[in-house]
């Protein structure tokens, strides 16, 4: 399985994501600068990692997501390569258009960094195939502006369609319908605020963030 993880100036979740990928598929993922302006050529997929790009002036992810990486990134999910976002990366895909919605500054306007809950709510995507239906599991979360939000019709459409794929199970940060990640229309776009890589081995007190990394693997190997 062939990855790669795009780093912008402000990243800092990057080389944990790293370790996690290479943890579950054995081989190393390849880093992206976020000037770049190519991809490799068959990637698998493509991760945008957690962390504050470009200090999250304007709007958290607002300049990362015109970055010339951006551009090709953007196309390779249009041919179908899968595409996650983790927190920061979460917000640089809406910003970017291959979301709906837009990530706001927490409802009680402080930043969040726990442990929280989470329900698994679609099992029947390349990321997370690997979990049950409605299985809890706790991943933890770290961000300021994760209060997810959209109009009434797009968060019915997301209902619909099977696009959310977690919900919190407790209120964390305000976000619609406790809506923790969300995917595109075809399922290969996966933007959520908590964090997977953070919880890949017995060490991070938990493991539940690496069926998540085994999902991709079984897909692509």
Not at 26 to 31: E, F, S
Not at 84 to 104: D, K, R, S
Not at 124 to 150: K, L
Not at 155 to 176: C, T
Request: hydrophobic content about 40%; proline content about 6%; charged content about 20%.
């Amino acid at each position: 399985m062939k990855t790669a993880v795009v780093v912008f100036p402000g990243s800092n979740c990057d080389r944990d994501l790293m370790v996690a990928l290479e943890l579950v598929t054995g081989r190393a993922p390849i880093a992206l600068w976020h000037d770049d302006k190519e991809l490799p050529e068959e990637l698998d997929l493509i991760a945008l990692p957690g962390g504050f790009s470009h200090g999250d002036y304007l709007r958290s992810g607002a300049i990362a997501a015109r970055a010339p990486i951006m551009r090709e990134v953007i196309a390779a999910a249009g041919r179908g390569t899968p595409v996650l976002g983790i927190c920061n990366g979460f917000q640089v895909l809406t910003e970017a258009g291959l979301l709906p919605g837009a990530l706001m500054r927490n409802a009680g306007l402080d930043f969040v960094c726990r442990d929280v809950k989470l329900e698994v709510v679609n099992t029947q995507t390349p990321f997370t195939s690997a979990y049950r239906p409605g299985e809890p599991v706790t991943i933890p979360v770290a961000h300021h502006d994760g209060n997810f939000q959209a109009d009434s019709d797009t968060l019915d459409r997301l209902e619909q369609q099977g696009q959310v794929a977690f919900r919190y199970a407790e209120e964390v940060n305000g976000s619609a319908r406790n809506i923790a990640g969300i995917l595109n229309h075809r399922r290969n776009v996966l933007g959520m605020m908590p964090h997977p890589e953070r919880v890949v081995e017995p060490a991070h007190g938990g493991t539940d963030g690496r069926r998540m990394f085994e999902s991709l693997f079984s897909a692509f190997a």
